[in-house]
């Protein structure tokens, strides 16, 4: 799996991003993909305290400039994961600031409120 650069980069560069599934195997390889863009957060989402732990480590070492912040819950809980996401995406008012990218969800614009 790869990440097109050039397309992708034009929207996930300087932006927030949040990957469901980030302790996965994809999902892991998708943020590290997506370091390589430069986002301006990236956030790594998933319910394994441990793969989250050992991905969080990794993109610390490989992308140390980068602001990488892990975020445990399970996507299927609605209401931890709106309670967790306005303080982390409190200063991002638009949805060109900020992207969900899951490894089973596909990419989907995230929209405050």
């Not at 991905?55 to 299927?76: G, K, S, Y």
């Not at 209401?79 to 008012?93: H, Q, S, V």
């Amino acid at each position: 799996m790869r990440v097109d650069g050039t397309e992708a980069g034009r929207y996930l560069s300087g932006a927030v991003v949040l990957v469901t599934g980030a302790g996965g195997s994809i999902g892991a390889e998708l943020c590290r993909q997506i370091a390589l863009l430069q986002p301006r957060q990236l956030l790594l989402l998933g319910h394994g305290e441990n793969s989250i732990y050992h991905i969080l480590l990794e993109l610390r070492e490989r992308f140390p400039r980068l602001d990488v912040q892990p975020l445990i819950a399970d996507v299927r809980d609605g209401e931890r994961i709106l309670a967790m996401l306005p303080g982390c995406l409190a200063e991002y008012r638009y949805a060109e600031d900020a992207w969900v990218i899951g490894s089973r969800w596909g990419l989907a614009a995230f929209a405050d409120g």
